[in-house]
Protein backbone atom coordinates (compact mmCIF):
# COMPACT_ATOMS: atom_id res chain seq x y z
CA UNK A 1 0.00 0.00 0.00
CA UNK A 2 1.47 3.50 -0.91
CA UNK A 3 1.59 5.99 1.18
CA UNK A 4 -0.41 8.21 -0.96
CA UNK A 5 -3.18 5.30 -0.83
CA UNK A 6 -2.38 5.22 3.30
CA UNK A 7 -2.86 8.91 3.21
CA UNK A 8 -6.59 8.88 1.29
CA UNK A 9 -7.81 6.46 3.70
CA UNK A 10 -6.82 8.52 6.63
CA UNK A 11 -8.21 11.33 5.05
CA UNK A 12 -12.00 9.46 5.38
CA UNK A 13 -11.74 9.26 9.12
CA UNK A 14 -13.50 12.04 11.18
CA UNK A 15 -10.91 14.06 12.16
CA UNK A 16 -11.03 12.93 16.57
CA UNK A 17 -10.35 9.40 15.05
CA UNK A 18 -7.63 10.07 12.82
CA UNK A 19 -5.78 12.17 15.82
CA UNK A 20 -6.33 8.89 17.43
CA UNK A 21 -5.12 6.40 15.16
CA UNK A 22 -1.85 4.57 15.58
CA UNK A 23 -1.35 2.32 12.86
CA UNK A 24 -3.41 1.70 9.73
CA UNK A 25 -2.49 -1.77 7.84
CA UNK A 26 -4.08 -3.19 4.65
CA UNK A 27 -3.65 -6.30 4.20
CA UNK A 28 -5.79 -8.96 1.18
CA UNK A 29 -8.93 -6.34 1.13
CA UNK A 30 -9.13 -5.97 5.03
CA UNK A 31 -8.28 -2.45 6.84
CA UNK A 32 -7.10 -2.85 10.14
CA UNK A 33 -6.62 0.32 12.47
CA UNK A 34 -5.19 0.57 15.65
CA UNK A 35 -6.77 3.73 17.66
CA UNK A 36 -5.74 4.88 21.31
CA UNK A 37 -8.75 5.84 22.95
CA UNK A 38 -7.23 6.94 26.47
CA UNK A 39 -9.38 8.56 28.20
CA UNK A 40 -12.68 7.46 26.75
CA UNK A 41 -15.79 5.46 28.26
CA UNK A 42 -16.69 2.86 27.57
CA UNK A 43 -20.15 4.05 25.68
CA UNK A 44 -17.85 6.29 23.73
CA UNK A 45 -14.99 3.89 22.43
CA UNK A 46 -17.98 1.81 20.98
CA UNK A 47 -18.70 4.77 18.65
CA UNK A 48 -15.64 5.47 18.04
CA UNK A 49 -15.68 1.77 15.96
CA UNK A 50 -19.15 2.04 14.45
CA UNK A 51 -17.87 5.91 12.95
CA UNK A 52 -14.00 4.28 12.15
CA UNK A 53 -15.72 1.62 10.51
CA UNK A 54 -18.55 3.51 8.53
CA UNK A 55 -15.77 6.17 7.31
CA UNK A 56 -14.03 3.33 5.72
CA UNK A 57 -16.88 1.41 4.41
CA UNK A 58 -17.04 1.30 0.94
CA UNK A 59 -13.88 2.09 0.42
CA UNK A 60 -12.37 1.09 -3.18
CA UNK A 61 -10.54 -1.98 -2.29
CA UNK A 62 -11.66 -2.97 1.10
CA UNK A 63 -13.99 -5.43 2.05
CA UNK A 64 -13.71 -5.41 5.87
CA UNK A 65 -12.82 -2.99 8.05
CA UNK A 66 -11.27 -3.92 11.92
CA UNK A 67 -10.68 -1.59 14.90
CA UNK A 68 -8.55 -2.12 17.73
CA UNK A 69 -8.34 -0.46 20.76
CA UNK A 70 -5.23 0.60 23.28
CA UNK A 71 -5.36 2.34 26.01
CA UNK A 72 -3.61 3.54 28.77
CA UNK A 73 -4.28 1.53 32.26
CA UNK A 74 -6.37 3.26 34.78
CA UNK A 75 -5.61 2.59 38.33
CA UNK A 76 -9.19 3.03 39.94
CA UNK A 77 -10.38 3.92 43.74
CA UNK A 78 -13.21 2.78 45.11
CA UNK A 79 -15.04 4.78 47.89
CA UNK A 80 -17.43 2.84 49.68
CA UNK A 81 -20.60 4.04 50.95
CA UNK A 82 -21.85 1.57 53.59
CA UNK A 83 -24.49 2.47 56.62
CA UNK A 84 -24.85 -0.78 58.30
CA UNK A 85 -28.77 -0.11 58.31
CA UNK A 86 -31.45 0.93 55.90
CA UNK A 87 -33.35 3.73 55.61
CA UNK A 88 -30.85 6.38 56.46
CA UNK A 89 -30.15 8.20 53.30
CA UNK A 90 -27.00 6.17 52.20
CA UNK A 91 -28.01 5.85 48.36
CA UNK A 92 -28.67 9.52 48.03
CA UNK A 93 -25.91 10.52 49.92
CA UNK A 94 -23.52 8.12 47.24
CA UNK A 95 -25.52 9.32 44.59
CA UNK A 96 -25.15 12.91 45.05
CA UNK A 97 -21.24 12.12 46.25
CA UNK A 98 -20.54 10.86 43.06
CA UNK A 99 -21.96 13.95 40.88
CA UNK A 100 -20.26 16.44 43.02
CA UNK A 101 -16.98 14.43 42.64
CA UNK A 102 -17.81 15.03 38.78
CA UNK A 103 -18.49 18.52 39.30
CA UNK A 104 -14.96 18.74 40.62
CA UNK A 105 -13.34 17.14 37.80
CA UNK A 106 -12.81 13.96 38.90
CA UNK A 107 -13.48 11.27 36.65
CA UNK A 108 -15.93 9.09 38.57
CA UNK A 109 -18.23 6.22 38.42
CA UNK A 110 -21.12 4.90 40.39
CA UNK A 111 -21.99 1.15 41.21
CA UNK A 112 -25.06 0.52 42.79
CA UNK A 113 -24.40 -2.55 44.80
CA UNK A 114 -27.55 -2.92 46.33
CA UNK A 115 -28.49 -6.02 44.45
CA UNK A 116 -32.05 -6.32 46.16
CA UNK A 117 -32.98 -2.66 46.63
CA UNK A 118 -31.33 -0.63 43.83
CA UNK A 119 -32.47 2.62 43.59
CA UNK A 120 -29.60 4.58 41.75
CA UNK A 121 -31.00 4.32 38.48
CA UNK A 122 -34.38 6.28 39.90
CA UNK A 123 -31.73 8.93 41.51
CA UNK A 124 -29.43 9.69 38.41
CA UNK A 125 -32.44 9.40 35.92
CA UNK A 126 -31.00 6.55 34.32
CA UNK A 127 -34.60 4.47 34.21
CA UNK A 128 -35.15 2.08 31.28
CA UNK A 129 -32.05 2.52 29.61
CA UNK A 130 -29.97 -1.10 29.64
CA UNK A 131 -26.70 -1.32 29.34
CA UNK A 132 -24.41 -2.54 26.35
CA UNK A 133 -21.91 -5.34 26.13
CA UNK A 134 -18.58 -5.96 24.69
CA UNK A 135 -15.68 -8.57 25.03
CA UNK A 136 -18.21 -10.06 27.61
CA UNK A 137 -17.87 -6.99 30.19
CA UNK A 138 -21.00 -4.52 30.35
CA UNK A 139 -20.65 -0.98 29.64
CA UNK A 140 -22.12 1.56 32.07
CA UNK A 141 -25.60 3.33 31.73
CA UNK A 142 -24.40 7.29 30.82
CA UNK A 143 -26.60 9.04 33.06
CA UNK A 144 -27.42 13.02 32.06
CA UNK A 145 -24.83 14.25 35.26
CA UNK A 146 -21.65 13.32 34.31
CA UNK A 147 -21.58 9.86 35.81
CA UNK A 148 -21.55 6.66 34.37
CA UNK A 149 -23.91 3.79 36.53
CA UNK A 150 -24.66 0.39 36.99
CA UNK A 151 -27.57 -0.57 38.61
CA UNK A 152 -29.55 -3.92 38.72
CA UNK A 153 -32.35 -1.58 38.04
CA UNK A 154 -30.68 -0.86 34.80
CA UNK A 155 -30.41 -4.68 34.31
CA UNK A 156 -33.94 -5.85 35.50
CA UNK A 157 -37.15 -4.57 34.42
CA UNK A 158 -39.37 -2.47 36.80
CA UNK A 159 -40.49 -3.74 39.91
CA UNK A 160 -38.93 -7.27 39.20
CA UNK A 161 -38.20 -8.69 42.75
CA UNK A 162 -34.72 -9.88 42.35
CA UNK A 163 -34.45 -13.06 44.76
CA UNK A 164 -31.30 -14.33 44.54
CA UNK A 165 -29.18 -16.47 46.90
CA UNK A 166 -25.77 -14.39 48.25
CA UNK A 167 -23.43 -16.18 45.51
CA UNK A 168 -25.64 -14.45 42.57
CA UNK A 169 -26.06 -11.37 44.11
CA UNK A 170 -22.05 -11.53 44.50
CA UNK A 171 -21.97 -12.58 40.75
CA UNK A 172 -23.32 -10.02 40.24
CA UNK A 173 -21.34 -7.35 41.94
CA UNK A 174 -18.03 -8.55 40.40
CA UNK A 175 -19.65 -8.16 37.20
CA UNK A 176 -20.48 -4.24 37.80
CA UNK A 177 -16.91 -3.74 39.50
CA UNK A 178 -15.63 -5.32 36.54
CA UNK A 179 -17.10 -3.54 33.87
CA UNK A 180 -15.74 -1.09 31.44
CA UNK A 181 -15.81 1.78 33.28
CA UNK A 182 -13.49 3.45 30.84
CA UNK A 183 -11.74 6.72 31.92
CA UNK A 184 -13.34 6.71 35.26
CA UNK A 185 -10.47 7.07 38.26
CA UNK A 186 -12.78 6.63 41.10
CA UNK A 187 -15.70 4.13 41.80
CA UNK A 188 -18.34 4.93 44.27
CA UNK A 189 -20.21 1.97 45.57
CA UNK A 190 -23.07 2.23 47.17
CA UNK A 191 -23.58 -0.75 49.39
CA UNK A 192 -26.64 -2.52 50.62
CA UNK A 193 -27.53 -2.19 54.66
CA UNK A 194 -25.86 -4.17 57.16
CA UNK A 195 -22.61 -6.62 57.14
CA UNK A 196 -23.09 -9.34 54.66
CA UNK A 197 -22.20 -11.56 51.31
CA UNK A 198 -22.09 -8.27 49.19
CA UNK A 199 -19.16 -6.51 51.84
CA UNK A 200 -18.03 -9.36 52.30
CA UNK A 201 -17.04 -10.11 48.48
CA UNK A 202 -16.16 -6.62 47.79
CA UNK A 203 -13.66 -6.55 50.99
CA UNK A 204 -12.07 -9.86 49.56
CA UNK A 205 -12.45 -9.47 45.83
CA UNK A 206 -12.03 -5.37 45.62
CA UNK A 207 -10.84 -4.11 48.29
CA UNK A 208 -12.02 -0.16 48.85
CA UNK A 209 -9.32 2.38 49.31
CA UNK A 210 -11.60 3.97 51.47
CA UNK A 211 -15.25 3.87 53.28
CA UNK A 212 -17.82 6.71 53.97
CA UNK A 213 -20.61 5.56 56.79
CA UNK A 214 -23.72 7.57 56.55
CA UNK A 215 -26.18 7.66 59.44
CA UNK A 216 -28.98 9.50 61.11
CA UNK A 217 -28.33 10.82 64.45
CA UNK A 218 -30.70 8.72 66.09
CA UNK A 219 -29.30 5.88 68.61
CA UNK A 220 -30.26 2.96 66.39
CA UNK A 221 -29.00 4.03 63.50
CA UNK A 222 -25.79 4.98 65.05
CA UNK A 223 -25.69 1.70 66.66
CA UNK A 224 -25.16 -0.08 62.82
CA UNK A 225 -23.10 2.73 61.81
CA UNK A 226 -20.66 1.49 64.49
CA UNK A 227 -20.88 -2.18 63.17
CA UNK A 228 -20.20 -0.96 59.50
CA UNK A 229 -17.21 0.80 60.82
CA UNK A 230 -16.01 -1.78 62.94
CA UNK A 231 -16.28 -4.03 59.74
CA UNK A 232 -14.06 -1.92 57.40
CA UNK A 233 -11.44 -1.26 60.40
CA UNK A 234 -11.10 -5.40 60.77
CA UNK A 235 -10.17 -5.25 56.85
CA UNK A 236 -7.69 -2.67 57.09
CA UNK A 237 -9.93 -0.30 54.98
CA UNK A 238 -9.67 3.35 56.31
CA UNK A 239 -13.10 5.02 57.10
CA UNK A 240 -12.50 8.28 55.84
CA UNK A 241 -15.76 9.75 57.99
CA UNK A 242 -18.96 9.59 59.28
CA UNK A 243 -21.91 11.75 57.38
CA UNK A 244 -24.59 13.08 59.53
CA UNK A 245 -27.62 12.43 57.24
CA UNK A 246 -31.16 13.70 58.33
CA UNK A 247 -30.20 16.48 60.76
CA UNK A 248 -32.45 18.93 61.46
CA UNK A 249 -35.70 19.70 59.70
CA UNK A 250 -37.04 23.33 58.39
CA UNK A 251 -41.18 23.84 58.43
CA UNK A 252 -41.28 25.12 54.75
CA UNK A 253 -44.21 27.31 56.16
CA UNK A 254 -42.67 28.42 59.90
CA UNK A 255 -39.34 28.25 58.90
CA UNK A 256 -38.73 26.64 62.61
CA UNK A 257 -36.05 24.00 62.55
CA UNK A 258 -36.73 20.81 64.37
CA UNK A 259 -34.60 17.58 65.04
CA UNK A 260 -37.49 14.85 64.87
CA UNK A 261 -34.30 12.03 64.78
CA UNK A 262 -32.25 13.79 66.90
CA UNK A 263 -28.98 16.01 66.36
CA UNK A 264 -25.43 15.33 67.06
CA UNK A 265 -25.18 11.72 67.83
CA UNK A 266 -23.40 11.04 64.36
CA UNK A 267 -20.57 13.55 65.50
CA UNK A 268 -20.16 12.15 68.69
CA UNK A 269 -19.87 8.61 67.28
CA UNK A 270 -17.11 9.46 64.85
CA UNK A 271 -15.12 11.10 67.99
CA UNK A 272 -15.85 7.85 70.08
CA UNK A 273 -14.54 5.74 66.92
CA UNK A 274 -11.44 7.90 66.14
CA UNK A 275 -13.76 8.27 62.56
CA UNK A 276 -13.30 12.42 61.02
CA UNK A 277 -16.50 13.95 61.07
CA UNK A 278 -17.92 14.68 57.51
CA UNK A 279 -20.57 17.55 57.72
CA UNK A 280 -24.54 17.21 58.25
CA UNK A 281 -27.12 17.29 55.05
CA UNK A 282 -30.56 18.43 56.40
CA UNK A 283 -33.49 16.66 55.96
CA UNK A 284 -35.30 18.31 53.02
CA UNK A 285 -38.21 18.50 51.28
CA UNK A 286 -36.51 19.86 47.94
CA UNK A 287 -33.83 17.09 48.27
CA UNK A 288 -36.78 14.10 48.23
CA UNK A 289 -38.43 15.74 45.36
CA UNK A 290 -35.04 15.89 43.22
CA UNK A 291 -33.91 12.60 43.72
CA UNK A 292 -37.63 11.15 42.77
CA UNK A 293 -37.09 13.32 39.72
CA UNK A 294 -34.09 11.51 38.83
CA UNK A 295 -32.09 15.57 39.33
CA UNK A 296 -29.78 14.95 41.96
CA UNK A 297 -29.08 18.48 44.55
CA UNK A 298 -25.41 18.54 43.84
CA UNK A 299 -26.10 18.85 39.88
CA UNK A 300 -27.67 22.23 40.37
CA UNK A 301 -26.62 25.24 42.20
CA UNK A 302 -29.40 25.74 45.02
CA UNK A 303 -28.58 25.95 49.07
CA UNK A 304 -28.79 21.89 49.18
CA UNK A 305 -25.86 20.98 46.79
CA UNK A 306 -23.28 23.16 49.10
CA UNK A 307 -23.41 20.20 51.49
CA UNK A 308 -22.71 17.41 48.71
CA UNK A 309 -19.72 20.08 47.13
CA UNK A 310 -18.19 20.10 50.56
CA UNK A 311 -18.28 16.43 51.40
CA UNK A 312 -16.79 15.56 47.50
CA UNK A 313 -14.18 17.85 48.31
CA UNK A 314 -13.43 16.53 51.49
CA UNK A 315 -13.25 12.94 49.94
CA UNK A 316 -11.20 14.33 47.35
CA UNK A 317 -8.60 15.77 49.20
CA UNK A 318 -8.74 12.83 51.29
CA UNK A 319 -7.98 10.32 48.15
CA UNK A 320 -4.93 12.99 46.81
CA UNK A 321 -3.31 12.74 50.10
CA UNK A 322 -3.93 8.70 50.13
CA UNK A 323 -2.60 8.81 46.74
CA UNK A 324 0.63 11.28 47.77
CA UNK A 325 1.82 8.51 50.22
Not at 2 to 28: F, G, Y
Not at 184 to 191: I, N, S
Request: one cysteine or more.
Amino acid sequence: MTTAEQDDLKSRLPQAIAARLQSLLVKDGRATLVLDVSGLSGEARSDVEVQAKQALAGTPGISEVRVAMTADKVVRRIVAVGSGKGGVGKSTVAANLAVALARRGVKVGLVDADIYGPSQARLLGTEGQRPKARDNKLIPVESPWGVPVLSMANLSDPGQAIAWRGPMAAGALTQMLEADWGAAEVLVVDLPPGTGDIQLTMLQKFKPTGAVIVSTPQDLALMDATRAMELFEKSHVPVIGVVENMAGYACPHCGEVSDPFGTGGAEAAANHAGAPFLGRIPLDISIRLESDAGTPPAAGEGPQSAGFAALAATVAGWLDRKAAR
